[in-house]
T-cell receptor, first 119, second 109 residues
Framework: IAGITQAPTSQILAAGRRMTLRCTQD?????MYWYRQDLGLGLRLIHY???????GKGEVPDGYSVSRANTDDFPLTLASAVPSQTSVYFC??????????????????FGPGTRLTVT | GQNIDQPTEMTATEGAIVQINCTYQ??????LFWYQQHAGEAPTFLSY??LDGLEEKGRFSSFLSRSKGYSYLLLKELQMKDSASYLC??????????WGAGTKLIIKP
C-alpha cells in the first residue's frame, strides 16, 4: 500500500443512515487520527488512537465512534448521519503521539480523504 | 482558549518571494508545523520548528520565535505549482496538534 488509504473516496448518504469510513496504513505507525475539514475552519480532530486497543476523543467527537483492533486499521463510524456531518474526512497517522519533540518531529501523514455529503 | 491565526488569502507573482505569517496562543508548546495542501488533496508535511530560528529546505524556509508566539513560512522563487493552502499547526503541552484555518496562496503569472 505504501502509506495511508481511505475508502470510499466520496459518498452521498441519506440522513439517519449508518456509515463507516475506512482507513488503513502500512507504515506501522502507532498513532492514528480522524479529522474533518470544513471551509474556513482548520482541521478538527474527531477521535484519535495512540496505539492499538486504545482510543480517545478529540475536539468534535459527538456522533462519531472509532475502534482500533490492530495497528493498521482505524475505521470511523457515523451511527446516524446528520447534514452537519457533511465534510471532508481525513485519516492520519504518526509515530507515538506523546513522545518528546527532541526525538523528532513525528509529523502526521494524511490519507487522501473521503468527501461525505449527508442529505 | 487556544488559537492560531494566519491570513485567509494571499496573492503573489511567479518568481517572487512570499512570507506567510502564523501567530499562536496555546497551552504549552512542543513544536510548530507547516503543511501544504493543494485543492482537493491531503495536507503534506513541509517543515517543523521546535527551537527559535530559521529552518531552510530548498526554496522553503520556516522561522520560529517562541517568545513572540510567531512563525512564518517563506517561499522563494515562486512557481505556479506553489498555489495551494498552507496550514500552520502547533503541538501544545498535551502533544495535541492545534490547526490554523490555513492561508490560500494564489500565484499569478
Amino acid at each position: 500500500i505504501a502509506g495511508i488509504t481511505q475508502a470510499p473516496t466520496s459518498q452521498i448518504l441519506a440522513a439517519g443512515r449508518r456509515m463507516t469510513l475506512r482507513c488503513t496504513q502500512d507504515m506501522r505507525h502507532n498513532a492514528m487520527y480522524w479529522y474533518r475539514q470544513d471551509l474556513g475552519l482548520g482541521l478538527r480532530l474527531i477521535h484519535y488512537s495512540n496505539t492499538a486497543g486504545t482510543t480517545g476523543k478529540g475536539e468534535v467527537p459527538d456522533g462519531y465512534s472509532v475502534s482500533r483492533a490492530n495497528t493498521d486499521d482505524f475505521p470511523l463510524t457515523l451511527a446516524s448521519a446528520v447534514p452537519s456531518q457533511t465534510s471532508v474526512y481525513f485519516c492520519a497517522s504518526s509515530f507515538p503521539r506523546g513522545r518528546p519533540p527532541e526525538l523528532g518531529s513525528y509529523e502526521q501523514y494524511f490519507g487522501p480523504g473521503t468527501r461525505l455529503t449527508v442529505t | 482558549g487556544q488559537n492560531i491565526d494566519q491570513p485567509t488569502e494571499m496573492t503573489a507573482t511567479e518568481g517572487a518571494i512570499v512570507q506567510i505569517n502564523c501567530t499562536y496562543q496555546t497551552s504549552g508548546f512542543n513544536g510548530l508545523f507547516w503543511y501544504q495542501q493543494h485543492a482537493g488533496e491531503a495536507p503534506t508535511f513541509l517543515s517543523y520548528n521546535v527551537l527559535d530560528g530559521l529552518e531552510e529546505k530548498g526554496r522553503f524556509s520556516s522561522f520560529l520565535s517562541r517568545s513572540k508566539g510567531y512563525s512564518y513560512l517563506l517561499l522563494k522563487e515562486l512557481q505556479m505549482k506553489d498555489s495551494a493552502s498552507y496550514l500552520c499547526a502547533v503541538r501544545d503541552g498535551n502533544y495535541q496538534l492545534i490547526w490554523g484555518a490555513g492561508t490560500k496562496l494564489i500565484i499569478k503569472p
